[in-house]
């Protein structure tokens, strides 16, 4: 499996932005796609992400009610719509895929830098 992350940029406090990412290759039959991000001196983690088949989402608390995934089952997308932006949003995003679980064997996609500007 290939992923193509798009998107990002930078963007002042308060505003959107939106990230997309394609599988390409075989993916499992029941497979998850997310968003994984790391800012600068931390450690990476989950920000969203959705079972492709389920449609189950998990959001990490810090970005509940300003980030939306969702997903194309056809076309094997999953898109993050980054909505009421923060400066602590600002890090490096990751596209992921797992055909396990989260904790297990990810892939990942090249990363994108998201700046929020003050």
């Known amino acids: 499996v290939q992923l193509q992350a798009s998107g990002g940029g930078l963007v002042q406090a308060g505003g959107s932005l939106r990230l997309s990412c394609a599988a390409s290759?075989?993916?499992?039959?029941?497979?998850?796609m997310g968003w994984f991000r790391q800012a600068q001196g931390k450690e990476r983690e989950r920000v969203a992400s959705i079972t492709m088949m389920g449609g189950t989402t998990y959001y990490a608390d810090s970005v509940k009610g300003r980030f939306t995934i969702s997903r194309d089952i056809a076309k094997k997308t999953v898109n993050l719509q980054m909505s009421g932006l923060k400066p602590e949003d600002t890090a490096v995003y990751y596209c992921?895929?797992?055909?396990?679980?989260?904790?297990?064997?990810?892939?990942w996609g090249r990363g994108i830098l998201v700046t929020v500007s003050s």
């Open positions: 290759g075989r993916t499992g039959s029941s497979y998850g």
């Open positions: 992921a895929y797992t055909s396990t679980h989260w904790s297990a064997r990810v892939i």
